[in-house]
């Protein structure tokens, strides 16, 4: 039989690089949480329609890189690419109109067909939030803020930046989308022909291009600043104030769009010089019009995600397991009173590795190999006097306690 073996773009994980995405998705729940944000957990697989209508017919995302398929009963389905349009789909059909502000966070799989290379994969995990119903420029300050306090509490604010650019409102975005049109065109034999052919129907995207011929043709663009309205503007200016006032370190890009077509007013990137052109760790930002686009009326709404596992390879060290305590038995008369000492420890609360085979010598071999910090020894001679061997691991030094006091004397480190 040939080998079987896992997907493309798919991996296993276990060991360091399962406790690093762990810990990535525990920090970030804990500060998240701070802020009352609540966890929600929405389907992996939705209507496709529920993407496709809500990423945009011409973003990467649809076109290219959605896993759909149609089910036994012939409905079409789609693993979820993202996280936001489920959340938003769950929000408008729990009906939670009248309870926002609504504030949830989200961990779980992503699926998207594209090239596997260095952090990016056709599965991978996304830990994210979103705001639904805060229409004030606080709530931009503090999703930034939030995210920003995570990567610093991850101990990465020493090589990320944060990105920032206004889209503007709607009157702005059209203003700023006819001006980069008629750039474009003037442009269009420089422009790669995937771009040629986002000109019409979605030029914002051509700013998002990772392709060099664009980014030259990009270098005299009009500036998104330039397009955008006066409220627009102070909506912007009250975010970079808020920013200020925190002490956050931001780098206004004005060539910065996100891929999606629902975005609005801020969007923002933290960015990492350390993955290549797979930098980006989080980005997020404001989409005041999706909600209504799902049926759930006028609600306005900003999140953001993080690629888990391109977080967790930017975690320099390794993250050890808690260290055990060892249960052995001397000679197998005592093997017994083993089994019941490790079973009363683990419900006690201890950490406890009791090994199923080997002699005395092995047993003490493998309690070092599991970087077991104390030993619980256990003999026949000292079973009688209802007393076992507490045995230090590091320093060697040992004591014989009584059976009944042992949980208080593991905790008495000695
Ligand atoms: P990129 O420009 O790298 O394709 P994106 O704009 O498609 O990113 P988003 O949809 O904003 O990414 O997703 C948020 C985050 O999720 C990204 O910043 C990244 O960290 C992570 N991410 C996105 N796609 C992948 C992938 N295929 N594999 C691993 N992580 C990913
Ligand atoms: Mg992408």
């Known amino acids: 039989m040939s080998k079987i073996q896992n997907v493309r773009g798919t991996y296993d994980l276990y060991g360091d690089n399962k406790r690093k995405t762990k810990k990535v998705i525990q920090t970030a729940s804990n500060v998240v949480e701070r802020y009352g944000f609540e966890e929600i957990e929405t389907p992996i697989f939705e209507f496709t329609e529920v993407f496709a209508r809500n990423l945009g017919d011409t973003s990467d995302i649809v076109t290219k890189e959605m896993y759909t398929f149609e089910d036994k009963g012939g409905e079409s389905l789609t693993l979820r690419p993202e996280g936001t349009a489920g959340v938003v789909r769950a929000f408008v059909s729990n009906g939670l109109l009248s309870s926002v502000p609504v504030k949830f966070y989200y961990a779980g799989p992503m699926f998207r067909y594209e090239r596997p290379q260095k952090g990016r994969q056709r599965q991978f995990t996304q830990f994210g939030v979103e705001m639904l119903g805060v229409e004030t420029p606080e709530a931009d300050i503090d999703m930034i803020s939030m995210a920003y306090s995570f990567l610093k509490e991850l101990g990465l604010d020493g090589d990320i930046t944060v990105e920032i650019n206004s889209l503007g409102d709607k009157e702005s975005r059209d203003a700023y989308r006819a001006k980069l049109i008629s750039y474009l065109k003037e442009h269009i034999n420089e422009l790669s022909t995937e771009s040629q052919e986002r000109l019409e129907k979605n030029p914002l995207r051509v700013l998002d291009s990772k392709d060099e011929r664009d980014q030259k043709a990009l270098i005299g663009a009009p500036l998104y600043q330039d397009s955008l309205n006066e409220s627009s503007k102070s909506f912007f200016q009250a975010v970079l104030k808020g920013l200020d006032l925190l002490g956050i370190p931001y780098k206004v890009n004005n060539r910065l769009v996100r891929g999606l077509d629902y975005y609005c007013h801020t969007v923002f990137e933290l960015t990492t010089s350390q993955l290549g052109a797979q930098g980006t760790v989080l980005a997020g930002g404001r989409y005041d019009g999706l909600v209504e686009e799902m049926g759930g009326g006028k609600v306005s709404g900003i999140g953001w995600a993080c690629g888990v596992e391109r977080l967790s390879m930017l975690l320099k060290e390794d993250i050890k397991r808690k260290r055990p305590i060892a249960v052995i038995e001397v000679g197998d008369d005592t093997k017994d009173e083993a089994l019941k000492i490790a079973y009363d420890l683990r419900n006690e609360g201890c950490y ?28 026949s001679e000292e079973l009688q006097k209802g007393v076992v061997t507490l045995k230090n691991l590091d320093s060697g030094n040992q004591k014989e306690v009584l059976i009944s006091k042992l949980k208080e004397e593991i905790k008495n480190e000695f």
């Open 352 to 379: 406890v590795e009791h090994f199923y085979s080997g002699n005395f010598k092995k047993r003490i071999m493998k309690a070092n190999k599991a970087n077991a910090c104390q030993a619980v020894i256990i003999g």
